[in-house]
């Protein structure tokens, strides 16, 4: 079974550029989540949705950042302009149910801001 | 509001011994509660999970957690530890309320010394 499809996996881009994240999910998950991790931290959930429909995005900064999941299944992640602080990993999972499942995590697009 | 503690950044163990990594929660309801795998430039890898049943869960590698409702923990073991143990590991709690997302905690890094 393929996992969880992340890209690039690297990009280092100048403040106020933008950037766009691309995940492929595990076939026949409905739900999918984009989390960020910045050096040190935990990661936390900046957008989830199920199918096309976005089930939580409380903590997206909604000013710059943005995300889509056409057809319900691929999803990008889009940051427009970037500051410094968006320097992290940007990991998406998914699941196949959405309570008590384990998520799936791709290995992450790791953006540097200059 | 949930939160996930891990009240130690840094827990190092000698080659056989056995290990344990510190995981206390406080959710509303009841909690459903994981643990992931970070290894160098990869993504999260999942452990183990507690659902409901019995408060001893088996998971991955030999690893186990422990749920105890009282003390709010979920605390992770592993009887003998290995060098290829060495990682970061995230506890993480899942509500069965709202978005059900998963919110972790900033993470342990385990060392096993040879």
């Known amino acids: 079974e393929a996992g969880v499809a992340q890209s690039p996996r690297y990009k280092i881009i100048e403040k106020r550029q933008s950037v766009a994240f691309w995940c492929n999910p595990i076939s026949g998950h409905a739900t999918l989540y984009w989390y960020q991790q910045i050096l040190g931290q935990g990661p936390k959930l900046l957008i989830q949705f199920q199918n096309n429909g976005v089930v939580d995005d409380s903590q997206l900064p909604k000013d710059r950042f943005s995300a889509e999941r056409l057809k319900g299944v691929d999803s990008t992640l889009k940051i427009q302009p970037a500051k410094l602080e968006d320097s992290a990993v940007y990991l998406c999972a998914s699941s196949l149910w959405q309570n008590t499942g384990e998520l799936f995590f791709g290995e992450g697009s790791r953006l540097t801001v200059l | 509001a949930q939160s996930v503690a891990q009240p130690e950044d840094q827990v190092n163990v000698a080659e056989g011994n056995p290990l344990t990594v510190k995981c206390t929660y406080s959710v509303s309801g009841n909690p459903y509660l994981f643990w992931y795998v970070q290894y160098p430039n990869r993504g999260l890898q999942f452990l183990l999970k507690y659902i409901t049943g019995d408060n001893l869960v088996k998971g991955s590698y030999g690893f186990e957690a422990e749920f105890n409702k009282s003390q709010t923990s979920f605390h992770l073991k592993k009887p003998s530890a290995l060098v290829s143990d060495s990682a970061l590991y995230f506890c993480?709690?899942?509500?069965?309320?709202?978005?059900?997302?998963?919110?972790f905690g900033t993470g342990t890094r385990l060392t096993v010394i040879p």
């Open positions: 993480a709690v899942r509500t069965q309320t709202g978005a059900n997302n998963l919110f």
